[in-house]
């Protein structure tokens, strides 16, 4: 007679079935007291999840805060704040002009756009002006300088009292103090009141475009690559990394911008990227394709479990607690981690895959007792036979995760503690609470069926015999794989070999991406013009940063990035200003006295008016000059007095116009006019000579070139795209190299492939050694565990062939689904393994079988509908997922009881259980 399975697991575990007993009377006994606990305390972990826990966006929030690359990058952020700029791209396509309108429309109509913290396209004049006393020259400044005795007649406090007359009578002034008395003044008086007198005649007969700066309106200078062929607008936004929109309401506003002024402009191309774009675009697409790839799975899934169950109460009871489990994994996300990523919010999927599966075997095995037992007896026997290879499945896969800890990637760490916490959490409640609400509902509906005169022997046959028992007349002992002789079997195992030996000789073939434009979506604009900028100058997202502390520092380092054939360019404030020096630092601080407005009109003749028309000023100080031209020509030579010459024929042309009654009032308002720039320009500069060197510099290149503490950052941009990791890694070891302190995104993105591409080693390798011995605590045989061991092993085998043949590669997308392939697929052998030792003798399987094909296709369901996502990252999940939870099928489900029927000793039982087994197979 044949001792029932519980029985015998009581002989050989007392202590594991004296718990699942225990848990198995409190399902069958108070199911109702289970359901409502289970109820309770998810709603208190959803409660306290929704309560504690955030969203944190920040893709730097994925690298370990301790690792020491990533301290001093976080430090070079705290100094100089976000500098991961959005950037519209103008592509002049051979008109210049159009390219700067389409800029400036584009500036004008972003400053309308909210949440901009700033909008750069260019470098207007005044910032200009107040730069120029750190990058002229130091000749220049002294030059500059000795003018500065005309500087105060045009400092004036009110610009209505400036005048072109009044500074024309001051200035015949001087010229008349040099006439009469310049023999017996020192040569600095003499030069100093010369020069002076002929700033202010410049600033009188200056005209547009004439070579006088300080008195022309002056031209932007636009941001443009280094080839001249593309315009920038470098925007900053306010980013909102609670949100995993983060800026995409701001996006939708700038590319509403954008298409505005590229129907007006439409002689030019413009386009958004940086490194903030690619990412919102990614997040886009990505949520796109899991939004509809869930809500296909689900259907999918969902009829598939439906029709092999034959039933739609007890999955839906199995998605009900699904639920639970999630609120549950919710909670503990917030207790031991206080905070989701972009990284573990993938753990839905984890838990959807994990949860189904769970559910799936506990319904499967309830089912098939209740084709011959009633509600109570089958369920207690399902949880007898189920819980302990649930339980051991989903410690199996929750190890995996959890080793997760001894990674260097913060991201993926976080990702391990609550998707592990969560498959816990989704055993555990579709092996108690799942059962507990089935058999509530089960004997409601006995009940009910009762009560309406229908027998229970009936209602048993009707709801869980009908289509089924038709499908399989041979009942629990039925198996959809064919017949189980020994030919057939090393039929299996020789194909197997076969099969293993093809494919490994593929897996070299099998490629790891580490280029995330590649795993994008194809057409996203963002993208295109990435590449279009790469293309045509050097990128302006990817630099190396290295943070100086004094100017010498600033050279040097300039220096021997220059010199490293990997590096295109090298920016620091040193490109725009000269280094400076202790006279620059006098002569700069004299030139800010000096042009600071005046509390009173310096001179005389300023604040009042002449009553004698302008011309024949202008005639006097003519005259003059030419008196004091001859007299200089007598010890100077004509290349020192070509200035003065110069002078005295744009005077003379002035009083041309002043003399034609058409145009006189037109020459003395254009006087007028040079005169109040020439008092703004100097007002600027002064404003630029007095402030430091950060707030001198002008506000498009001033974050990026010195923080508020005052470090200076140099700039060291790569010759190569450090999209590919190659020259990424070879840029990376020149730039620590250059300073062994260097940061910034090339360093942070190689050194998070690194960690990813180590944790996935880690994990994979250590996870089959916690996943043997787990397995070895359950099993108890060495031999069992290894046959579990070499199916698992081999279902990856055939995953990474069938990749390589596939041309799917391993990516940044993809990587935690090998991890998830372990824990899966020894759960399925796992399950296989127990059934076997039933007392089957591996030959008989019945609803174990289809509950592993069902679990291994929902999983390959559920992930093959992103084969269909636009997202190629997303797409090569799929196609991972998909393959492999078919290649653990199909050693789970034919090589692992092929190889239990033709090797009985891998089933690990005594000698008098192998002989028992091999009768009851006979």
């Keep these: 007679m044949e001792q029932h399975p519980d029985e015998e697991q009581t002989v050989r575990r007392p202590w594991r079935v004296s718990i699942i007993s225990h848990i198995a009377n409190l399902i069958t006994r108070a199911p109702k007291r289970v359901v409502s606990v289970a109820i309770l305390f998810s709603a208190l972990s959803g409660w306290y999840g929704a309560t504690h826990l955030t969203l944190d966006a920040n893709t730097d929030s994925l690298i370990s805060p301790d690792r020491a690359f990533m301290q001093t990058y976080r430090s070079f952020m705290r100094e100089f704040g976000d500098l991961e700029y959005l950037y519209i791209a103008v592509d002049a396509r051979g008109n210049p002009s159009a390219a700067r309108d389409a800029v400036d429309a584009l500036c004008a109509d972003l400053r309308g756009v909210e949440h901009l913290a700033g909008v750069y396209c260019r470098i207007d004049h005044d910032e200009q002006l107040r730069l120029a006393p750190r990058a002229m020259s130091t000749d220049e400044l002294k030059t500059f300088l000795q003018a500065s005795d005309g500087f105060e007649s045009l400092l004036v406090p009110n610009p209505a009292d400036l005048n072109s007359v009044t500074l024309l009578a001051s200035v015949h002034e001087r010229l008349g103090r040099l006439q009469s008395g310049g023999m017996l003044m020192t040569p600095q008086e003499r030069e100093r009141i010369g020069a002076g007198s002929a700033f202010l005649l410049r600033a009188i007969t200056a005209q547009p475009g004439d070579g006088f700066a300080l008195a022309q309106e002056g031209s932007s200078e636009y941001l443009i690559s280094s080839s001249g062929k593309m315009y920038f607008v470098a925007i900053l936004p306010t980013k909102d990394f609670g949100s995993l929109a983060t800026i995409e309401p701001i996006l939708k506003d700038i590319r509403r911008v954008i298409s505005d002024v590229q129907r007006r402009c439409p002689s030019v191309d413009i386009g958004l990227t940086g490194k903030p774009v690619l990412q919102a675009d990614e997040l886009r697409t990505t949520n796109d394709d899991m939004t509809r790839g869930t809500v296909v799975a689900g259907v999918l899934v969902a009829i598939m479990t439906m029709w092999t169950m034959g039933s739609i109460v007890r999955p839906l009871c199995a998605s009900i607690m699904l639920l639970l489990a999630f609120a549950c994994t919710y909670g503990a996300a917030a207790l031991f981690v206080g905070r989701l990523n972009l990284l573990s919010l993938v753990f839905m999927l984890v838990l959807v895959s994990a949860g189904v599966d769970y559910g799936i075997h506990m319904i499967a095995r309830y089912t098939e007792f209740r084709q011959r037992l009633t509600t109570i007896p089958a369920m207690r026997a399902a949880v007898m036979v189920n819980t302990i290879p649930t339980w051991v499945g989903a410690l199996t896969s929750a190890a995996v995760f959890f080793l997760a800890l001894g990674t260097e990637f913060g991201g993926l760490q976080e990702l391990g503690i609550i998707a592990g916490c969560g498959l816990i959490a989704c055993a555990l409640i579709l092996t108690i609470a799942l059962p507990a609400l089935i058999v509530t509902v089960d004997r409601w509906r006995d009940h009910r069926s009762t009560h309406r005169g229908v027998t229970a022997s009936h209602v048993a046959g009707a709801i869980h015999g009908g289509r089924f028992s038709q499908a399989f007349p041979g009942g629990v002992r039925a198996t959809p794989f064919g017949s189980t002789s020994p030919r057939n079997d090393r039929r299996v195992l020789l194909g197997s070999v076969c099969v293993t030996l093809g494919l490994a000789a593929a897996t070299p073939f099998l490629t790891i991406e580490t280029n995330l434009l590649r795993l994008q979506a194809d ?23 290295v943070i ?139 404003q630029g000579a007095r402030a430091s060197l950060r707030d001198s510099l002008p506000a498009a290149v001033r974050a990026r070139m010195i923080s508020p503490q005052g470090g200076m950052l140099v700039s060291v941009y790569p010759r190569h795209d450090l999209w590919e990791f190659e020259p990424l890694t070879a840029f990376v070891h020149a730039l620590l190299a250059i300073d062994p302190d260097a940061t910034g995104v090339p360093i942070t ?61 391993l990516n940044l997308a993809n990587f935690f689904s090998v991890p998830m392939l372990i824990g899966f697929g020894m759960d399925s052998s796992v399950h296989v393994m127990h059934r076997a030792r039933e007392g089957s003798g591996a030959r008989y399987f019945g609803w174990t079988t289809r509950a592993v094909v069902l679990s291994a296709g929902t999983t390959g369901v559920g992930f093959g509908t992103l084969l269909f996502a636009s997202h190629r990252g997303l797409q090569s999940l799929g196609w991972v997922m998909l393959v492999g939870s078919m290649a653990s099928l199909v050693t789970s489900v034919v090589l692992l009881p092929a190889m239990l029927r033709h090797f009985p000793r891998l089933l690990g039982l005594t000698a008098e259980r192998a002989a028992s087994t091999s009768a009851q197979s006979a």
């Design 523 to 545: 057409g996203l604009d963002s993208i295109a013009w990435e590449h279009r900028i790469l293309e045509d100058s050097v990128s302006a997202s990817w630099f190396g940063a």
């Design 548 to 686: 100086c502390r004094s100017e010498a520092e600033v050279m040097s380092i300039t220096n021997r990035a220059k010199a490293d054939p990997l590096v295109a360019q090298v920016q620091s404030v040193l490109d725009i200003v000269k280094p400076d020096t202790d006279e620059r630092t006098s002569l700069r601080q004299l030139l800010g006295v000096t042009c600071e407005l005046r509390a009173e009109p310096a001179g005389p003749a300023v604040g009042t008016t002449s009553p004698r028309p302008m011309v024949e000023h202008v005639a006097e100080v003519g005259d003059r000059l030419g008196q004091l031209i001859e007299l200089a020509s007598l010890t100077e030579s004509k290349e020192s007095l070509h200035e003065l010459r110069s002078i005295a024929l744009a005077l003379s042309a002035l009083q041309s116009r002043l003399r034609d009654p058409e145009q006189m009032n037109a020459a003395q308002l254009q006087c007028d006019k040079m005169l109040l720039r020439t008092r703004e320009s100097l007002i600027q500069m002064g």
């Design 749 to 809: 993105v190689y050194e998070s492939v690194v960690d990813m591409r180590r944790a996935f080693v880690t994990m994979s390798l250590w996870s089959l050694v916690v996943i043997a011995l787990l397995v070895l605590l359950d099993l108890r045989s060495v031999v069992a565990t290894g046959a579990c061991l070499l199916c698992l092993v081999i279902g990856l085998g055939w995953t990474f062939g069938l990749l390589a043949l596939l041309g799917v590669s």
